[in-house]
């Protein structure tokens, strides 16, 4: 079995790992992302677009990954805000990094649609090469369901590319929560583009008394917004989901409950969410002791992801070729010809 990843990241190329608990941390964050902890301290950005290629290259499930940054935050004027020194890549980072690994990656673009050239951003970006495009709407402050976006929707759709909407929590990044939840699709989706709702709408913290509910695998204790999701796949034809970042312990508890949706199965998309990091034995999934510790000890990031994703969704499930239905594309080779 051979998929492509729809969700990976390319780091801001002026990331550095000198804070205080980055110094503590790389060794682990290192291993876990199969590079040298030296080399990712030392030269931080090099080291991780090296480590990544390495990691697809040698995946033993991966064909590609669709790769992508994140703009920076803006004001209504288009004026920078802030723009994040370990999140932010801009498209040009991600294209010249598709460039180097032309087999290995699928640029996206990240274009906010506050800028005053977004459109003719779009045009020139989708020319170079970007296949989809990536918001975080929840990190940028904006509210998708503004009809001053509807330009910009039209000039997606005219492209006719992919645009993946982060629904859920988010961690890594300061956001707006009131930006995060399911109804930001409406807007798009009215808009007739293909839409892919990252997360599954899993994440957010829905029991701040009983906390230890957040990690219940009780269908009763889940997000509201995950079984919106599941009813909205169903009725929007133009609707995907993906299960990026589904192994952290606030998501992972529902794979076996959305193992078990097979009639949204063909709206499903693999995905990683790499380099985010996730758990495989300490977690809130079901699997036994013995299978997390043979997953734990999966050396390539990528493969010990699928792993852990493959005893829920067989190797014959359709979320692993569903992304042929959003990039219109064929699996490609790791020499860059087509199967």
Same mark, same amino acid.
């Given at each position: 079995?051979?998929?492509?990843?729809?969700?990976?990241?390319?780091?801001?190329?002026?990331?550095?790992?000198?804070?205080?608990?980055?110094?503590?941390?790389? @060794?682990?964050?290192?291993?876990?992302? $199969?590079?040298?902890?030296?080399?990712?301290?030392?030269?931080?950005?090099?080291?991780?677009?090296?480590?990544?290629?390495?990691?697809?290259?040698?995946?033993?499930?991966?064909?590609?990954?669709?790769?992508?940054?994140?703009?920076?935050?803006?004001?209504?004027?288009?004026?920078?805000?802030? @723009?994040?020194?370990?999140?932010?890549?801009?498209?040009?980072?991600?294209?010249?990094?598709?460039? @180097?690994?032309?087999?290995?990656?699928?640029?996206?673009?990240?274009?906010?649609?506050?800028?005053?050239?977004?459109?003719?951003?779009?045009?020139?970006?989708?020319?170079?090469?970007?296949?989809?495009?990536?918001?975080?709407?929840?990190?940028?402050?904006?509210?998708?369901?503004?009809?001053?976006?509807?330009?910009?929707?039209?000039?997606?759709?005219?492209?006719?590319?992919?645009?993946?909407?982060?629904? $859920?929590?988010?961690?890594?990044?300061?956001?707006?929560?009131?930006?995060?939840?399911?109804?930001?699709?409406?807007?798009?989706?009215?808009?007739?583009?293909?839409?892919?709702?990252?997360?599954?709408?899993?994440?957010?913290?829905?029991?701040?008394?009983?906390?230890?509910?957040?990690?219940? @695998?009780?269908?009763?204790?889940?997000?509201?917004?995950?079984?919106?999701?599941?009813?909205?796949?169903?009725?929007?034809?133009?609707?995907?989901?993906?299960?990026?970042?589904?192994?952290?312990?606030?998501?992972?508890?529902?794979?076996?409950?959305?193992?078990?949706?097979?009639?949204?199965?063909?709206?499903?998309?693999?995905?990683?969410?790499?380099?985010?990091?996730?758990?495989?034995?300490?977690?809130?999934?079901?699997?036994?002791?013995?299978?997390?510790?043979?997953?734990?000890?999966?050396?390539?990031?990528?493969?010990?992801?699928?792993?852990?994703?493959?005893?829920?969704?067989?190797?014959?499930?359709?979320?692993?070729?569903?992304?042929?239905?959003?990039?219109?594309?064929?699996?490609?080779?790791?020499?860059? $010809?087509?199967?």
């Amino acid at each position: 079995m051979k998929t492509i990843d729809i969700h990976t990241h390319l780091l801001n190329p002026a990331v550095r790992f000198d804070r205080l608990l980055d110094k503590v941390s790389v @060794r682990f964050f290192a291993q876990r992302l $199969g590079t040298s902890p030296t080399e990712l301290m030392e030269h931080p950005y090099d080291a991780y677009v090296e480590g990544m290629a390495r990691a697809v290259r040698e995946s033993s499930y991966l064909q590609q990954t669709c790769l992508f940054g994140v703009d920076a935050r803006l004001d209504h004027r288009g004026r920078q805000i802030d @723009r994040d020194r370990t999140v932010c890549a801009m498209s040009e980072d991600v294209l010249a990094v598709a460039a @180097r690994f032309p087999d290995l990656f699928i640029p996206f673009l990240s274009v906010n649609p506050r800028r005053p050239d977004a459109l003719e951003l779009i045009d020139e970006l989708v020319e170079k090469g970007c296949r989809g495009a990536k918001f975080l709407q929840n990190y940028w402050g904006l509210d998708l369901n503004d009809e001053r976006l509807i330009p910009y929707y039209e000039k997606l759709k005219s492209k006719q590319i992919p645009l993946i909407i982060h629904i $859920g929590s988010e961690y890594s990044i300061k956001s707006f929560k009131r930006y995060e939840r399911i109804g930001m699709l409406d807007l798009p989706l009215s808009a007739g583009i293909t839409v892919i709702a990252a997360h599954m709408g899993l994440g957010n913290i829905q029991h701040k008394i009983r906390f230890w509910k957040n990690l219940s @695998r009780h269908p009763e204790d889940f997000d509201a917004d995950y079984f919106r999701l599941l009813e909205m796949l169903k009725q929007h034809e133009n609707l995907y989901g993906d299960i990026s970042a589904i192994l952290s312990p606030m998501r992972a508890r529902a794979l076996r409950h959305l193992s078990n949706q097979h009639e949204v199965h063909h709206k499903i998309l693999f995905g990683s969410d790499y380099p985010v990091p996730f758990l495989t034995r300490l977690n809130s999934y079901d699997l036994t002791p013995t299978t997390k510790r043979r997953v734990a000890a999966i050396a390539n990031p990528f493969d010990r992801y699928i792993a852990a994703i493959l005893e829920y969704f067989p190797e014959d499930s359709p979320i692993y070729s569903n992304h042929t239905k959003v990039l219109g594309l064929l699996p490609v080779n790791k020499k860059g $010809g087509m199967l």
